[in-house]
């Protein structure tokens, strides 16, 4: 089995064109095949070499390699150009001279299809003047001859797909410039670079009978074709950027990790046929069959997206967050740099909040409190746990602090000191816990509230509570 990812770089890899890769990954893997990536850059008014390397970056961070490539469509030029002009010698296809204008306005007095004006005007071209006229320098376009009949293949998710081949135009495969077209270089270099599946988004389906049309002409050998369906917006409308982000680098740039991605993107019309979910990519590879991608388009949900995201946090080694949390520290203000450098205190405190974190951005937002001693109050949690009842709050933050301050300072010996102070006030445990939640980390929810303690660490949280009671109590 031999697969591919064909992009072309006129854009940045985009959420579809992504999920297009996985699959041909996936199948590669699961199949012991190649994957083989080439670039299609014949449209060079729209190739940027800024794409190829967004499109590159985006498969190796989200860990999908390729066997062999980047290829580059370019480079196969003069092979495309020999096949136009082997369907030429064949008769399987004509020189076209006409000029566009003229055969458009023919077609609209007479009432019919351009293509039926081209195709006219190239059977009174015969063969000998034909090459008597390219030889002499005029323009002409090489147009694929379109046999009657039907044409019909079998699409791994689709089934039998048939398309009358009335439907079909005689297709142009070489510009006047001499630039192959799109239908004719993807039969050649998939010929070519032995492709035995072509599997892309559906939006290719209707390219499909031209490309079989040509295989046969060529008699090349038949690749199996697999087209998955669209990927929608919430409205059911096709995915675009009044969606959010449509761009994969942009996910990678919120602090989703390629793993989640990968898990997300498999799911987009497809599963495992059991209740699975969440997926590691090797239970992906092993999963994995292209008969169980879904006919019908699959919806773009971005909280499913955090969920994964926040499940896959939550199974990751910590050590390997570390340097992803420390980026997006330092691109924010207040934090002490030496507490960030301590590998073994950020651990501990990357492993309370990747739990509870959807993204690498949520555990830098909640870090704030820890990594520096300025960070905000919510005014809501302060209003409701601080004010509503001062006297009271005093006097459980008094005796917290005086329970707290004569304690080890360890998880299990804290919690013991606060749970036995509340029973023994005659009050729930979170009369005392949520007011000093908020002292701690200026927020209504955090970890748990002893891990917190453990890695605010004693003098902090003292302070902390201290400073706080400095505040509530009623002079
Ligand atoms: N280059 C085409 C695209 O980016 C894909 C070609 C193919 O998969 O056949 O849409």
């Given at each position: ?56 970056h985006g498969?190796s961070w989200l860990g ?181 982000a449509?761009a994969v680098g942009d996910y990678e740039a919120q602090g989703i990790l390629p793993e989640a991605m ?40 971005l909280?499913?997206l955090a969920w994964l995201n926040g499940r896959h946090l939550a199974a990751r080694a910590t050590a390997t967050l570390l340097p992803l949390v420390r980026e997006r520290l330092a691109a924010r203000t207040g934090s002490d740099p030496d507490r960030v450098a301590d590998d073994a205190w950020m651990s501990a405190l990357v492993d309370i909040l990747k739990v509870r974190a959807r993204t690498v951005d949520d555990i830098a937002e909640q870090a704030g409190p820890f990594v520096g001693d300025e960070f905000p109050f919510d005014e809501?949690a302060v ?26 300072w360890?998880a ?24 000093l939640r908020v002292a701690l980390t200026g927020q209504a929810a955090s970890p748990g509230i002893f891990d917190v303690l453990v890695v605010l660490g004693r003098k902090r949280s003292l302070a902390r509570l201290?400073n706080a ?7």
């Amino acid at each position: 089995m031999r697969v591919r990812f064909a992009p072309s770089p006129t854009g940045y890899l985009h959420v579809g064109g992504a999920r297009t890769a996985l699959f041909n990954w996936l199948l590669a893997r699961k199949e012991g095949g190649a994957l083989v990536l080439r670039i299609e850059d014949t449209d060079r008014a729209r190739n940027r070499d800024e794409h190829t390397e967004a499109i590159l970056h985006g498969l190796s961070w989200l860990g999908l390699d390729w066997d062999e490539g980047p290829l580059f469509q370019s480079e196969g030029v003069a092979r495309h150009r020999r096949d136009v002009l082997r369907l030429l010698a064949e008769g399987k296809a004509y020189r076209d001279f006409s000029d566009p204008e003229s055969v458009k306005a023919e077609a609209a007095a007479r009432g019919v299809h351009p293509s039926k004006v081209v195709r006219e005007r190239a059977v009174v071209v015969d063969e000998g003047e034909a090459e008597r006229r390219a030889a002499a320098g005029e323009p002409f376009a090489v147009r694929f001859r379109v046999p009657d009949g039907e044409t019909s293949f079998v699409d791994l998710v689709h089934g039998k797909v048939r398309f009358a081949n009335d439907d079909i135009d005689d297709l142009v495969i070489l510009r006047s410039d001499g630039t192959p077209v799109y239908n004719l270089a993807v039969v050649s270099d998939d010929h070519a670079h032995g492709i035995t599946h072509v599997i892309r988004g559906d939006d290719h389906l209707s390219n499909t009978p031209k490309q079989v049309l040509l295989y046969r002409a060529l008699e090349y050998p038949e690749p199996v074709f697999g087209h998955v369906p669209l990927i929608l917006g919430a409205d059911g409308k096709r995915l675009s950027k009044r969606h959010g982000a449509t761009a994969v680098g942009d996910y990678e740039a919120q602090g989703i990790l390629p793993e989640a991605m990968v898990n997300f993107l498999a799911l987009l019309g497809w599963n495992p046929g059991d209740e699975r979910e969440v997926m590691t990519r090797s239970e992906l590879v092993d999963a994995f069959t292209p008969e169980r991608i879904l006919k019908k388009s699959s919806v773009f949900d971005l909280e499913k997206l955090a969920w994964l995201n926040g499940r896959h946090l939550a199974a990751r080694a910590t050590a390997t967050l570390l340097p992803l949390v420390r980026e997006r520290l330092a691109a924010r203000t207040g934090s002490d740099p030496d507490r960030v450098a301590d590998d073994a205190w950020m651990s501990a405190l990357v492993d309370i909040l990747k739990v509870r974190a959807r993204t690498v951005d949520d555990i830098a937002e909640q870090a704030g409190p820890f990594v520096g001693d300025e960070f905000p109050f919510d005014e809501g949690a302060v209003a409701k746990h601080w004010y509503k009842d001062r006297e009271a709050t005093a006097a459980y933050m008094e005796r917290t602090l005086a329970a707290l301050r004569a304690c080890e300072w360890d998880a299990d010996a804290l919690e013991e000191a606060v749970r036995g102070l509340a029973s023994e006030m005659g009050v729930g445990a979170g009369k005392l816990i949520h007011p000093l939640r908020v002292a701690l980390t200026g927020q209504a929810a955090s970890p748990g509230i002893f891990d917190v303690l453990v890695v605010l660490g004693r003098k902090r949280s003292l302070a902390r509570l201290e400073n706080a009671l400095g505040r509530v109590r009623v002079t």
